[in-house]
């Protein structure tokens, strides 16, 4: 094991799968991975689709909207024109096909998480020589985070953390352990800037020759709490196979 440290420098919730989301200054963590993350999604409605969640890769238009929690349980979407929906409203459903350009429908359910009930953290380090390897800024939120944490390790050293590595932040204890954890392998929705207005395919071809695709480590909670912004954060890393 090697051991880093540092702190919890981003907190980020995405309530509705592949809208814009929202930065907190707390989180709970538990078997759901981050309460409230992913816990809602458009299904689209197309025939050839019917039953399939609705994501960026098919409809980069979704990054136009954004969505946050309020005081109650289900998410305010707030629509590219600025008006602000609230989930349970009956016009909302037409509001977002109109936008999209899709038939769909409203879902709830905990654990919408493409791999299931886990929760991706990026390091800072690793961010800022993305950012020297690419000769340009690059948005975290391209990433769609929930932890992103400030280390003492070198960058990239996420690319290795194998099965075992653990992430504790304040009281919150992460694994990378089970099915479809370790480094994370990215998608192509990395490469849409996080309004989806612009696209930089060269973004993902970079990261695919040069980090085999790799950005981040994707975890499961396996002692669960609130984390808070400035929370110590300790790495136990274990090299991967």
């Keep these: 094991m090697t051991r880093h440290g540092g ?6 919730r995405w309530p509705v799968k592949s809208l814009r989301g929202e930065e907190l200054q707390e989180g ?9 993350d992913r816990a809602h999604a458009l299904i689209d409605g197309r025939d050839n689709h ?6 960026v890769r ?5 990054l136009h909207w954004s969505a946050a ?10 629509a590219p024109d600025g008006t602000v929906w609230e989930w349970e409203d009956p016009g909302l459903t037409d509001a977002l096909a109109r936008s999209l350009g899709t038939p769909l429908r409203l879902h ?3 654990g919408q998480q493409d791999r299931g009930p886990t ?9 800022l020589a993305l950012e020297e390897e690419l000769d340009a800024p690059v948005d975290l939120l391209r990433f769609r985070p929930n932890l992103h944490l400030e280390l003492d390790a070198p960058a990239f050293a996420e690319e290795g953390w194998g099965p075992g590595t653990t992430v504790t932040v304040g009281e919150v204890e992460f694994t990378v352990t089970g099915d479809h954890t370790g480094p994370c392998i ?5 490469s849409w800037d996080p309004g989806g207005r612009e696209r930089w395919p060269e973004l993902q071809k970079w990261l695919i020759q040069e980090h085999e695709n790799k950005f981040g480590v994707i975890m499961r909670v396996t002692r669960p709490g609130v984390a808070r912004l400035g929370d110590r954060s300790v790495v136990d890393a274990a090299d991967g196979p």
């Design 7 to 12: 702190a919890l420098r981003r907190l980020l």
């Design 28 to 36: 709970l963590f538990d078997g759901r991975g981050m309460a409230g």
């Design 50 to 55: 019917a039953g399939k969640a609705l994501t």
């Design 58 to 62: 098919q409809r980069p238009e979704m």
């Design 69 to 78: 929690y309020g005081t109650g349980d289900a998410p305010e979407l707030t």
């Design 108 to 110: 709830v359910a905990d």
């Design 119 to 127: 929760v991706l953290v990026t390091s800072q380090a690793s961010l």
């Design 186 to 190: 990215r998608c192509a929705v990395p």
